[in-house]
């Protein structure tokens, strides 16, 4: 009977530290997972499931008179009994802490969503760190103090820390839309594959970067500018053949689709996509691409556009994917993958 | 006007007999009055009568009208044999329509075109499925839906979907793009909006406008720092000289702060002086903004003078 006792004592003790857990089924590539968080340490893996999965540890202690209540606050009230708040609208689903005091997160979640991680203003939140690992959707993290890490995303990232660091690992696969990081007191740390392909747009105002990378500088070539518009010009053709004949359509590797009111083709092939846009006099020529990146062709100069001009442009293979990294005080590692 | 109101009563004949007689004493003794009162009935007259002249000239149109009524209602009465004139009334309001339409179409000035920038031979994966909720910028009049299109083994189908996407995005001018881009709810969306919105050259108001809405409103630190750098692109107009002076005035974020500053020197506003000042006073702000705060304030004095 006694070690029984002592054995329901024991589970008792341990059931208090016990991890928690908490799913839901939400998943899809057009969905969000929008998380506020204020946590001691918090981890996110993406993995091929369809469930978002959290494990709570170290849940803060609750007091006695709140026996039978649950946890609420500005955030929510909380519904999943690991001192969070899960709410799905749409296609968002919203995680908040409500329970103050920190526990400690692990959260599994599908790894096509995408992510935003809200900032809580003037706090220590996940002093331990934060860590997300193997999402493909898009990435969006904004914190003060806590140190930034992602590793092997695919999906664009937009992230900004004032006072942390941050560190990312891409994917060989590098994602088609633009990224940006920006960091105010601290390092930012970026490693991609040594084959991908890259423009970067770098500001360091303070501090130094450094790289092992085989960048070059870059500046918009108007000999593939010229190639371009070529292209361009050519795919007009062959789009009117097209009209003419289905031998021509045939004969063809790219598809054409005839505009009626201009007569101008518009030629389609996998791989990457271009927009071309002409002002109404025609000779100012913006040529867009999937990747953000944009030139433009006016008064008789190529011109390469981008927001931020000022910064120093460096071509790592071909100018594919773009990435912005801004950083006031600290230095910038840009690193090749081992 | 206590006046005005006796002279109305009094003129439509709306006093009583005593009332009458005491105001036609007060006309008899005061010339101001009458005057007023003779002033009043003129206008008065001026108005019958040209309501009178349309009048009659209503009348006239009435009456024909009324005329063009009967012979239409004896020929509806009819319910006649051709039932053609009928369809033909109808098909005529939809021709109307639709060459109105195509008219339209014909005088939009910007068309935005796909085009491959790969001449690549071997063709790579598809583009990732998600170029639906691209809404980038389309081609204009499409009119292919009985086209068919050759096929060639397993690579052609998976064109044939690209394509029916294609065919299902928007056609929407240059600015269309960039605004529906910037209201994206992913940060990475927005900024691909900036980039096209940097390249163009003469921004319409309404792009203007987004980005200034996009400065003071949008959630991600990093969208709003390109707007910074966007704006700054253009013709530096008053009003957004302004947006980013108050922009500065509001903003808590340091990296923020720095670049308005840095831009505002740049832009050479001296509006900003005063926000300058008060930032370099300001104990909550972080030690290096004050700093480039004290540097600009003179920087910014010297150029001016």
Same mark, same amino acid.
């Given at each position: 009977?006694?070690?029984?006792?002592?054995?329901?004592?024991?589970?008792?003790?341990?059931?208090?530290?016990?991890?928690?857990?908490?799913?839901?089924?939400?998943?899809?590539?057009?969905?969000?997972?929008?998380?506020?968080?204020?946590?001691?340490?918090?981890?996110?893996?993406?993995?091929?499931?369809?469930?978002?999965?959290?494990?709570?540890?170290?849940?803060?202690?609750?007091?006695?008179?709140?026996?039978?209540?649950?946890?609420?606050?500005?955030?929510?009230?909380?519904?999943?009994?690991?001192?969070?708040?899960? /709410?799905?609208? =749409?296609? $968002?689903?919203?995680?908040?802490?409500?329970? +103050?005091? @920190?526990?400690?997160?692990?959260? &599994? *979640? #599908?790894?096509?969503?995408?992510?935003?991680?809200?900032?809580?203003?003037?706090?220590?939140?996940?002093?331990?760190?934060?860590?997300?690992?193997?999402?493909?959707?898009?990435?969006?993290?904004?914190?003060?103090?806590?140190?930034?890490?992602?590793? /092997?995303?695919? =999906?664009? $990232?937009?992230?900004?820390?004032?006072?942390? +660091?941050? @560190?990312?690992?891409?994917?060989? &696969? *590098? #994602?088609?839309?633009?990224?940006?990081?920006?960091?105010?007191?601290?390092?930012?740390?970026?490693?991609?594959?040594?084959?991908?392909?890259?423009?970067?747009?770098?500001?360091?105002?303070?501090?130094?970067?450094?790289?092992?990378?085989?960048?070059?500088?870059?500046?918009?070539?108007?000999?593939?500018?010229?190639?371009?518009? +070529?292209?361009?010009?050519?795919?007009?053709?062959?789009?009117?053949?097209?009209?003419?004949?289905?031998?021509?359509?045939?004969?063809?590797?790219?598809?054409?689709?005839?505009?009626?009111?201009?007569?101008?083709?518009?030629?389609?092939?996998?791989?990457?996509?271009?927009?071309?846009?002409?002002?109404?006099?025609?000779?100012?020529?913006?040529?867009?691409?999937?990747?953000?990146?944009?030139?433009?062709?006016?008064?008789?100069?190529?011109?390469?556009?981008?927001?931020?001009?000022?910064?120093?442009?460096?071509?790592?293979?071909?100018?594919?994917?773009?990435?912005?990294?801004?950083?006031?005080?600290?230095?910038?590692?840009?690193?090749?993958?081992? | 006007?206590?006046?005005?109101?006796?002279?109305?009563?009094?003129?439509?004949?709306?006093?009583?007999?005593?009332?009458?007689?005491?105001?036609?004493?007060?006309?008899?003794?005061?010339?101001?009055?009458?005057?007023?009162?003779?002033?009043?009935?003129?206008?008065?007259?001026?108005?019958?009568?040209?309501?009178?002249?349309?009048?009659?000239?209503?009348?006239?149109?009435?009456?024909?009208?009324?005329?063009?009524?009967?012979?239409?209602?004896?020929?509806?009465?009819?319910?006649?044999?051709?039932?053609?004139?009928?369809?033909?009334?109808?098909?005529?309001?939809?021709?109307?329509?639709?060459?109105?339409?195509?008219?339209?179409?014909?005088?939009?000035?910007?068309?935005?075109?796909?085009?491959?920038?790969?001449?690549?031979?071997?063709?790579?994966?598809?583009?990732?499925?998600?170029?639906?909720?691209?809404?980038?910028?389309?081609?204009?009049?499409?009119?292919?839906?009985?086209?068919?299109?050759?096929?060639?083994?397993?690579?052609?189908?998976?064109?044939?979907?690209?394509?029916?996407?294609?065919?299902?995005?928007?056609?929407?001018?240059?600015?269309?793009?960039?605004?529906?881009?910037?209201?994206?709810?992913?940060?990475?969306?927005?900024?691909?909006?900036?980039?096209?919105?940097?390249?163009?050259?003469?921004?319409?108001?309404?792009?203007?406008?987004?980005?200034?809405?996009?400065?003071?409103?949008?959630?991600?630190?990093?969208?709003?720092?390109?707007?910074?750098?966007?704006?700054?692109?253009?013709?530096?107009?008053?009003?957004?000289?302004?947006?980013?002076?108050?922009?500065?005035?509001?903003?808590?974020?340091?990296?923020?702060?720095?670049?308005?500053?840095?831009?505002?020197?740049?832009?050479?506003?001296?509006?900003?002086?005063?926000?300058?000042?008060?930032?370099?006073?300001?104990?909550?702000?972080?030690?290096?903004?004050?700093?480039?705060?004290?540097?600009?304030?003179?920087?910014?004095?010297?150029?001016?003078?």
């Amino acid at each position: 009977m006694r070690k029984y006792m002592l054995f329901l004592g024991a589970l008792a003790i341990a059931s208090s530290t016990y991890a928690q857990t908490y799913k839901t089924k939400f998943s899809g590539a057009n969905k969000q997972v929008v998380m506020d968080m204020d946590a001691k340490q918090l981890d996110i893996e993406g993995y091929s499931g369809d469930e978002v999965i959290i494990e709570a540890s170290d849940l803060p202690k609750v007091p006695q008179e709140a026996d039978g209540l649950r946890p609420l606050s500005a955030g929510g009230v909380d519904n999943t009994n690991i001192g969070l708040s899960s /709410n799905l609208n =749409g296609d $968002i689903l919203r995680i908040n802490v409500v329970l +103050k005091g @920190k526990a400690t997160y692990k959260v &599994k *979640m #599908p790894q096509d969503l995408n992510l935003i991680i809200k900032k809580r203003n003037s706090c220590s939140c996940n002093e331990n760190g934060m860590s997300i690992s193997g999402i493909k959707g898009s990435i969006e993290v904004n914190t003060n103090y806590e140190d930034i890490t992602l590793n /092997n995303v695919s =999906g664009p $990232i937009v992230a900004n820390s004032s006072q942390g +660091k941050i @560190k990312i690992v891409f994917d060989d &696969k *590098m #994602p088609e839309k633009p990224s940006s990081i920006v960091s105010y007191s601290d390092n930012v740390d970026i490693t991609v594959s040594e084959k991908a392909k890259v423009l970067f747009s770098i500001s360091a105002s303070d501090g130094n970067m450094f790289t092992d990378l085989d960048l070059k500088p870059y500046t918009p070539d108007p000999k593939t500018i010229e190639e371009e518009k +070529k292209a361009y010009e050519e795919a007009r053709i062959i789009g009117r053949k097209a009209m003419e004949s289905d031998a021509a359509r045939a004969a063809s590797d790219r598809v054409a689709i005839r505009s009626q009111s201009s007569g101008t083709a518009t030629t389609y092939a996998p791989g990457n996509r271009a927009y071309i846009s002409q002002s109404g006099e025609g000779n100012n020529v913006v040529i867009g691409s999937t990747n953000g990146v944009v030139y433009s062709f006016s008064d008789g100069q190529y011109r390469y556009w981008d927001s931020d001009r000022n910064a120093p442009k460096y071509v790592l293979n071909e100018p594919q994917t773009k990435i912005s990294i801004r950083s006031t005080r600290g230095n910038v590692y840009l690193r090749k993958k081992k | 006007m206590l006046n005005e109101q006796i002279i109305t009563d009094y003129l439509l004949g709306h006093l009583s007999e005593a009332e009458r007689v005491v105001f036609e004493q007060r006309l008899s003794t005061d010339p101001v009055l009458r005057k007023e009162v003779e002033e009043l009935k003129q206008v008065w007259q001026m108005l019958q009568n040209t309501e009178a002249d349309t009048d009659s000239q209503m009348d006239e149109a009435f009456y024909k009208a009324l005329q063009g009524e009967k012979i239409l209602a004896t020929t509806v009465v009819k319910l006649s044999p051709s039932p053609w004139r009928q369809y033909f009334k109808y098909a005529a309001a939809v021709a109307g329509i639709a060459i109105t339409f195509w008219i339209g179409r014909q005088t939009a000035p910007i068309q935005i075109e796909y085009r491959t920038i790969a001449a690549a031979s071997t063709p790579s994966t598809p583009p990732p499925t998600h170029t639906a909720s691209l809404q980038e910028a389309e081609s204009t009049e499409e009119d292919f839906s009985n086209t068919k299109i050759p096929h060639k083994k397993g690579k052609q189908e998976s064109i044939d979907q690209q394509i029916a996407s294609l065919r299902k995005e928007m056609k929407m001018t240059q600015e269309l793009v960039i605004l529906s881009l910037l209201k994206e709810r992913s940060a990475s969306e927005r900024l691909k909006g900036l980039n096209y919105a940097a390249a163009l050259n003469n921004p319409k108001p309404a792009v203007i406008q987004a980005l200034i809405k996009t400065l003071r409103e949008d959630e991600s630190l990093n969208v709003r720092l390109s707007t910074i750098e966007t704006l700054e692109r253009f013709k530096q107009t008053d009003e957004v000289k302004k947006v980013l002076v108050n922009q500065l005035a509001r903003a808590d974020e340091p990296i923020e702060q720095s670049t308005l500053i840095e831009t505002l020197v740049r832009m050479r506003v001296k509006e900003s002086l005063p926000v300058f000042e008060q930032i370099q006073k300001d104990e909550k702000v972080d030690e290096s903004v004050r700093i480039l705060a004290k540097n600009s304030i003179g920087e910014l004095s010297m150029i001016t003078e």
